[in-house]
């Protein structure tokens, strides 16, 4: 550490997030390494640290013979203030290192509002943003996560993308560059051959064109580019890595406890939902594993709490056997274990019971329409009976405290279907009074709505996004009928949920307006202290980008979209067929029920494919 940092940190906020040392951080003899990687995350320490892709690949990386990948956050605003009056350069936290004498820059991006963030850690960095402006093989920039299945509004930052699941393909992108740079290559060698891995997509290996309204007319491959880049998986999650031995913080974070990823994909076919596309086929651990890991993981690292992971864990079938491994454990060491992504037609009161002998916390669903009418448009498959049987189950058991989460914009949304979620709310009261027995006080229902954006990968992924101003109407009116005392009611707040739809569907016209926002201060937007649509709304003008291009206009179902050249195996023709289902009003039963040809199992060896 530095003695500038060292004189700095006492003037900042949670000095130790920038100081690393902690337990199970991983240091390695530079003279001994031969790549150098600065993996970094596009927000805070706490933020980050709770990431569990990034706890997965940085293991992955430093496993590999002669490669050092070392962690990178993001700044609060104060040690960014002190940074830049000191020109002291943003560094890595296991060597307090700058980050611009690594040789690859890494990037997870998870969240659309994360983009400010990659470029202002690039400039904090010293590294030249644009991919054009870096023309040694040194300071490669590369970047993962969900937003890379849309990578068009980074395309001129980002030197290629990692499409999908990165414990294979991270290996053998690095060692690709190990060979690259041991040969002296170019970069533009490097880029090509990069290319040729599959799953990574090089943006300056492709010509967007455009029609006179502003719409894509054509995605032209050069350099012997694919015409689509496909997503990795991993298919067999018992062998596939596991950070056993995980970093423990020295400060708190925001999930301050063990992750046992249980399985990845989804079964559901929610049809907004992005992560239930794109990260499909489904495919699990197996209880054996999944319980020699999780030892392994508390013992190491004295964690008193462990969460089972995934995108609806209550759907894991192997989630008794496990549990009842687990609790006994658990219940000898002292260990809290929880088990979120509850479904409502699938809630066990038995398990719950188990896993809470000394209190029982909330319960959390997520309904996300008011009405059966609205649910079975978006491919819920929850029904009202299920809902309030399952708040019944549980009010008769000593639950007393529900969150409740929606989404308002919905496609074909009125405002009946806003009502219905009051209604719905009136009832789960009702049910309190009735299965509560002698304990008449205490209910707190917390009603939360989200303002819906249309995500590519989906069957939504044509569709508008509402007016903002009409959005905050249906809050208001919701709000008007959520009276009763035990109801609390938050919605999010249009501007953010506004640019997040932008971001999301955009194409490379808005890498200008992310450097110009960045340039005037835009920064950690996923922050209420720091978002500012002032900022956002000024460089939208000054890049001449119409926002409705992207938001209330929608999409033609025949139109080029910007994403046409990522395929995250779910096939348009499918998704197609379930936007016509949705417009009637048609649901899809899930995938424990027969497949329904989504096209995913192709990317399993030896599947058979029925799209």
Request: net charge negative; with cysteine; proline share 5%.
């Amino acid at each position: 550490m530095t003695q500038l940092l060292q004189r700095i940190l006492p003037t900042v906020q949670k000095p130790a997030r920038y100081t690393g040392g902690e337990f199970n951080e991983i240091k390695k003899n530079p003279e001994e390494v031969r790549v150098r990687v600065a993996f970094c995350f596009p927000d805070t320490y706490e933020i980050g640290m709770s990431n569990l892709g990034m706890r997965i690949l940085y293991g992955v990386m430093n496993q590999m013979d002669g490669v050092w990948c070392e962690r990178v956050f993001a700044p609060w605003g104060d040690m960014e203030e002190a940074m830049r009056k000191h020109d002291l350069p943003l560094w890595a936290l296991e060597s307090q290192d700058p980050v611009k004498n690594f040789d690859m820059i890494a990037f997870t991006i998870g969240y659309e509002m994360a983009y400010s963030n990659v470029l202002n850690m690039l400039k904090l960095a010293g590294v030249p943003l644009r991919s054009a402006d870096r023309h040694d093989l040194k300071n490669i920039v590369f970047a993962g996560g969900v937003c890379a299945f849309n990578p068009e509004p980074l395309a001129d930052f980002i030197d290629f993308f990692s499409l999908g699941e990165g414990e294979d393909i991270t290996v053998e992108i690095v060692s690709l560059y190990d060979k690259a740079k041991a040969e002296g290559w170019s970069k533009e060698q490097f880029l090509l051959e990069v290319s040729k891995i599959p799953g990574v997509y090089v943006p300056s290996f492709y010509r967007h064109e455009y029609n006179a309204d502003g719409t894509l007319s054509a995605i032209v491959p050069l350099n012997g580019a694919p015409e689509k880049v496909t997503k990795r998986i991993v298919e067999d999650l018992d062998s596939a890595y596991w950070p056993t031995k995980m970093i423990v913080p020295s400060t708190e974070i925001v999930h301050d406890r063990a992750n046992l990823e249980v399985f990845r994909g989804c079964i559901r076919g929610c049809r907004f939902c992005q992560a239930g596309f794109s990260c499909r086929p489904v495919r699990k651990k197996s209880p054996e594993v999944l319980y020699r890991q999780a030892v392994e993981c508390m013992e190491d690292s004295g964690n008193n709490e462990i969460t089972l992971s995934s995108l609806s864990t209550s759907d894991y079938r192997g989630l008794k056997e496990l549990t009842d491994q687990l609790i006994p454990y658990c219940a000898q060491n002292r260990i809290s274990l929880s088990v979120p992504s509850l479904r409502a037609d699938n809630f066990s009161r038995e398990l719950m019971e188990k896993l809470q002998t000394v209190r029982k916390s909330g319960l959390t669903f997520a309904p996300e329409a008011g009405t059966q009418r609205l649910r079975d448009v978006i491919n819920k498959n929850l029904t009202e009976e299920e809902i309030l049987g399952t708040c019944a189950n549980a009010f008769s058991g000593g639950w007393n405290n529900v969150k409740l989460y929606f989404m308002l914009g919905l496609p074909t949304e009125t405002d009946e279907d806003v009502l219905g979620i009051a209604e719905l709310v009136n009832k789960i009261i009702k049910l309190w009074h009735e299965n509560a027995g002698m304990k008449k006080r205490g209910l707190r229902i917390h009603v939360a709505t989200a303002f819906f954006v249309p995500k590519p990968h989906t069957p939504f992924q044509w569709e508008k996004q509402m007016e903002p101003e009409e959005y905050l109407r249906r809050c208001k009116l919701l709000k008007s009928r959520l009276n009763s005392r035990y109801t609390e009611y938050n919605y999010h707040e249009s501007a953010l949920s506004r640019l997040e739809a932008i971001f999301a569907r955009g194409d490379r016209r808005l890498g200008a307006v992310i450097e110009e926002a960045v340039n005037h201060g835009a920064k950690l937007d996923g922050w209420d202290e720091y978002f500012n649509y002032g900022i956002w709304f000024d460089a939208l003008k000054a890049c001449n980008v119409n926002t409705e291009h992207y938001t209330t206009r929608g999409f033609g179902e025949e139109e080029v979209l910007p994403w046409d050249t990522i395929d995250v195996g779910v096939s348009k023709k499918f998704l197609l067929r379930e936007r016509h289902r949705a417009q009637e009003g048609v649901i899809t039963p899930d995938c424990r029920h027969g497949c329904a040809g989504c096209g995913a199992n192709c990317l399993l060896k030896e599947a058979q494919c029925d799209e």
